[in-house]
Each structure stands twice: as C-alpha cells, then as structure tokens.
C-alpha cells in the first residue's frame, strides 16, 4: 500500500506531492482513489520530510567507505520506521524522488527509476511549455519556492502508473 | 517489397533492384546517427531561439532609436561618430543582458517564460509576433532545401527525381522527407489533383510531451479553456514544417510565392489520445499557379 | 550480519559509547579506511539521529492516522544471537556464567517493541543503520555492512555477508524475510546489548547517569557478544 509520493528538487522546494487516504475501491476498480494532489496542508510536511532525508543523508555521506581512486557514492536508499517505511532515490540533478509505503513490498527503487526516466523526463523535461527549474527567482532557491509540477499528462500518468500498486 | 515499385523507371530488373536497395540499406546504416531526443530537442528549441533573436535586435533598435533623440537637440556633436561609437560599446559586452526589459521578456529567460510571453504578446505587437514566425519559418526553409540536395545523393533506388511531379513530390515529403526529420511518416495525404494537398500527421513527435503548467490543479479547471490555451502556445511551433515542406518545393522547383502552406489543429482519433498532445496537425499546401510540371533540374 | 560499529545514544541525544569493529577479513577489497571519523562528527551523527528519531513520528502519513492500524509490534525471539550455542559446540566446556533466571541464552521469548513511530532501520548503499529504542529513551544503533539488495546489485551481493544463512534461494530475489530478518536480529542483538548495558553500567555505582560509558567490562562483553555473531 502506498500512502504518498513526493518529488523535490535541487532547491529544497517540493514541486509535486500527491497523497493516498483511502485505498482504491475494489468495486470500481476505475476510479480514482481519493487523495489530495500538492495540498497545501502537506507544506510542512514535506519540509520536515526533506529536512529529514538532507541530514540523515549528509550524515551517511560522510560515513561512506572511501576508496582513494573510485569514491563511491552512498546514497540512503530506504528509511523504516515502527509504522511506514520511506523509500528515496536521488538523481544526479539533484531531484529526490520519495515514496512512502506500508511493509509489504522491500524494494521500491525500480519503480522510482521508471517514474523518473519514463514518467518525469517525458512530461517536464520534453516538454517546452512546462518549466525545467521550478524556482522563479533567486529568492525561491532556497526552500521557499511555491510552484508545483500541476501538469495534466503528467498527474494521469503517473496515477496509471502507480494505481495497481496501491494496494 | 511494394514501395520498390514506386519510382522504378523499369530500367532494372528486379534482382539488380533487390541488391541496389541492400547496398542502400546497409551504407544508411553503416552512417553515424545523432541521438534521437537531442535532436528533437534542438529542433523545438529553435522556436525560444527566434525569440531571442528578435528581442535582441528590436532591443538594439529601440536602444539606438533612443540616443538618437537626445543628440539631436545639439548639432554640435558629430552623430554619425557618436552612434557608431555606442554600436561599438553594446557590442564590447560579452553577458548580453538586456538593459530594459522588453514586454517579450529578458534574453536570458527560460523557454518557457518566452513561449507563454510570446502568446500573449499576439494582439500587442503583431508585427514582431509575424516576424517570429518568419524567422522560424525561414529556417525550416533552409532545412527543406539542403535535405532535399542530401536525399538526391543517397543512391536510394526509390526515389527518381527525373520523373517526379507534384504528386511525386508531395510523396516524397510524406515519407522520405517526414522519415529523415521525425522519424515518421505522415498518416494522410489528400489532393484534388489540381493542386490543392492536405497532409495529416496525427503524432506530430516534436509536440507530444507538450501539456500546459497551469498554477492549480488541473481537474478543476474547465477543459476546453485549457486546451484552447495550449493550442494558442504551440501556434509557433507549427511554423518549423511549414517551412520545411515549402523548402523542399522550393528546390524542386516550386517558388516561395507560388506556394501556400497553413498549418491548423485537428482532433485525434479517440484511441490515439492518451496523456500527449491532444491534437494532430493538418498543413494545406496549395500550388497557386498552374500545376503543370516544371523543368526539373537534376 | 557483520556489525561495524555500534552506538549509544542518550535521552538527550548525546552520544554516549561508541565502538567500532574491524571486518576487514570479510571484505572483499581489505584496503578501506572505514568510518574515519573523528569524534566531533560522531557526536554530530548521535544528536542528528536523535532529532530525525523525533521527526519521524511527525511524517506519519495521512491514510495511517486515519485507519486502524493492526501492526504487530511484537519481535519474535532468534536464539543464540551473538551467544553460542552449546549444543553446537560441546568442546566450550566453561560452565555457563549467567545466572539462572537467564539460562543460556540472554532471553527466550519473542518481546514487545517500544519503538512505535521513531526511526528504525536506514539502508544506504554501503550499509544498514538499525535502532532500537528502550522504555526509558535510550537508543542502541548498529551499524552493520550488509547491504539489503535492489535489484541492480550484483556487487553488493558480494559484500553480503552469510552470517545468516536462511536464505538458500538466489540472493537476486528480493525476499520479505530478508529485510524484515535483519531487523529482527538487530533487534534481538541490540536487545542483548541493553541487557549487558543494564549489568554491567547500571550496577556500577562509580557510572552516572547520562555520562559517557568508560567500563572494560561493558567493552569486554560487547565484543564478545559482536565476535559471536561471525
């Protein structure tokens, strides 16, 4: 069962959320299941969230094994607590891509690699009318940005995509 | 394989053609090829390009246009020097942020700004809306022709310029030209066989990732409202094969004035829609003067 | 399981023991400088763990608040983690020092977790991070190399190790009771530590509270109980 997927970017800012409250209805498996899409309510939230993965991350930077001539990178992967667990990928840009989920299911980094590569690249970074830095000015660079990815093709797919594993 | 048989001349036969057409496939494959998304990628960018472009020069004007009012109160000064010599200085800086802004937005803009500028700035200044146009355009046009002369010289049997006429031709476009730059071909093409052609590419590749951003949620917002907006914004980009399919019937033959080429939307087939561009593209290419054939140079 | 090093964190968030283990035997590459570092990036590690421990029960989502969650907060036993096993090896012929109310094992049945909503695992692409947090807000954490495996892991998969070799399957599939397993055993494991943390640093009457841990015994024990496990 996933509860909620975020993605932010390399200024801090969340530029999508999109929360799960009820599962889907096994009657009508078409709907939508209900949920709130960059609610406002989850704004802090999502700072406490990414507050959360920046520090736990920049501490196992630094714990990282380092080879002199190949520094490889460690990167967290996934973060259990008693009650969800929080599965995270970060690209080289500097995007996180968070799910967080029940027990069930151990390893989610392959479905956040196609939502990246598949879902994210082809409806913002293609796309010309949708902007590729969500900051509007200098000002927002530093978590205080507000503009959020509310792209129709890009909602739709990724409800697709994520629908038959919400459950 | 039946599109063999389109352009043959009957001059060869049929094994010699087989082997012809081997040799064609594997010298196209043996050629180094460009990534695909970057070349997209460059092809849609030369709509925010054009822009920059025509800011920058009506800003220059604009700037120039300035000084020259406030050197007209004292003849004493030598204007012809002194407008050189400010030429000189905007052209010294190597960062080339503009000094006012223009109501089409900064230079250093992001795409996008200057795509969403750029539509509303239609009913303001539609001289420099037109010229936009023009400048994408011409460079479809310049793409047209030069892919025309590299086609002729690719030994593919297929094509037979000797004998080509309009027909022919606008074949030619369908599926060579719309192969080499799109990497498809075009879904439909009509004619009335007196010079009237209408061409329908139901997935325009360029266009398919394009969605507009709107700043709430989308659902809530009415559809056609939505859709109507976005086919306003993508308006520029249609200007691009316009002026590639006016290219190429510039180089076989066909004069830029003679020839009319419009692009508009058309609704997709309902199974086709599926989280991408909503609409097709339709371009009406009409030959205005006499369909004749003209002398083809070879 | 190869634990590398393992932590103690106070109420407060304040470090207070820290012991790191060499397992170079078991790794592959054996030229690793391994967690260099120094003391004041330890301390900043503890505090930081602490207040994202804190942070977490803040995330709890929306659909968990709302439902009736039914989630087992029971650990079930492992046996002999960390402790050997006598009928494995009849040679160990020292008679069992523990006293009676312990048996051989340190405890035997399957017990409650008091770590409802903080942090408790962190898997990272060089290690495992597991806490285990007592009643009177004490934190152990362990930090161990395995690595739990994605699916483009084949080198990690080397860096596993078999110290726990319930899984005959292929260690490509991502199994359940792989992941869950490990924190099972870290709990149990980190449950042993509070038990010798209780003996041998709560009965000291010269150890105050809250205070860094400076006991030989309390080291001794450790390692013993940390050699045990490979």
Known sequence: MIYSFWIFDKH????????????????????????????????????????????????????????????????????????????????????????????????????????????????VVHNFLSPYDFALNPKEQRGQGVKKINNRHFINTLEAFLQSMLN | MPHQQRYNNGSMTNNEAIE????????????????????????????????????????????????????LGDSSFDKASDLDNITKLKDLSINAKANSET??????????????????????????????????????????????????????INLNFKEMDLLLIMKFICRDVWKHVFGKQIDNLKTNHRGTFYLTDLEYPLLQSFCIETNT????????????????????????????IKGVLLSLGYPLDEVICLATFIDKPKERIKNSFPKGISFHVQITKSFLPQQQKQ | MGIEAILIINKSGGLIYHRSFDVSKTNPTGTTSKHSLNSNDLLILASTLHSVFVISSQ?????????????????????????????????????????????????????????????????????????????????????????LPSHNDSETNMMNNSGININNNSSKNINALQYNLGSQIADNLLRKVYC???????????????????????????KSLIDNLL
């Open chain 1, 12 to 123: 801090c800012n969340c530029i999508f959320e999109r929360e799960w409250t009820l599962g889907s209805n096994t009657n009508n498996p078409n709907a939508l299941s209900s949920g709130t899409i960059n609610s406002k309510q989850n704004d802090e939230i999502g700072k406490l969230l990414y507050g959360m993965i920046f520090s736990l991350n920049s501490i196992t930077q630094k714990l990282s094994t380092s080879i002199s001539d190949n520094q490889i990178n460690n990167n967290i992967r996934s973060i259990s607590t008693g009650k969800f667990r929080i599965h995270t990928m970060q690209t080289a840009t500097g995007l996180w891509f968070i799910l967080i989920t029940d027990f069930k299911q151990q390893n989610y980094s392959q479905v956040l690699h196609y939502i990246y590569s598949h879902i994210y690249i082809k409806h």
């Open chain 2, 20 to 71: 012809r057409q081997r040799q064609y496939e594997m010298f196209q494959e043996s050629l180094p090829k460009v990534n695909k998304i970057l070349f997209q990628m460059i092809l849609n960018e030369i709509i925010p390009l054009s822009v920059r472009i025509e800011n920058q020069l009506t800003q220059g004007n604009e700037f120039q246009n300035d000084t020259k009012l406030d050197t």
């Open chain 2, 103 to 156: 109501h089409l937005g900064n230079i250093s803009s992001p795409d996008d700004v200057l795509i969403y500028k750029l539509s509303q700035s239609v009913d303001e200044n539609e001289n420099k809306y037109n010229n936009i146009l023009k400048r994408i355009r011409d460079i479809g046009i310049k793409i047209g022709t030069k892919l025309v002369n590299l086609l002729i010289f690719t030994n593919n």
């Open chain 2, 217 to 244: 949620i989308p659902s809530q917002l009415n559809e056609e409202f939505i859709l109507n907006k976005e086919s306003k914004l993508v308006e520029p980009f249609l200007e691009l094969p316009v002026g590639i």
């Open chain 3, 59 to 147: 995330i709890t989502p929306k659909a968990l608040q709302l439902s009736q969650s039914n989630l087992n907060y029971t650990i079930p036993y492992h046996p002999y983690v960390g402790v050997k096993n006598p009928e494995k090896s009849p040679r160990n012929s020292i008679p069992n020092k523990y006293g009676s109310f312990k048996g051989d094992d340190y405890f035997k049945e399957p017990f409650h977790s008091w770590n409802k909503s903080g942090l408790k695992q962190l898997s990272t692409d060089q290690f495992t991070m597991y806490i285990y947090q007592t009643m009177t807000g004490l934190k152990f954490v362990a930090i161990s190399s395995t690595v």
């Open chain 3, 196 to 222: 010798i943390y209780s003996d041998y640093v709560m009965k000291d009457p010269f150890y105050s509270l809250e205070m860094p841990i400076k006991s030989d015994l309390f080291d001794d024990k450790v």
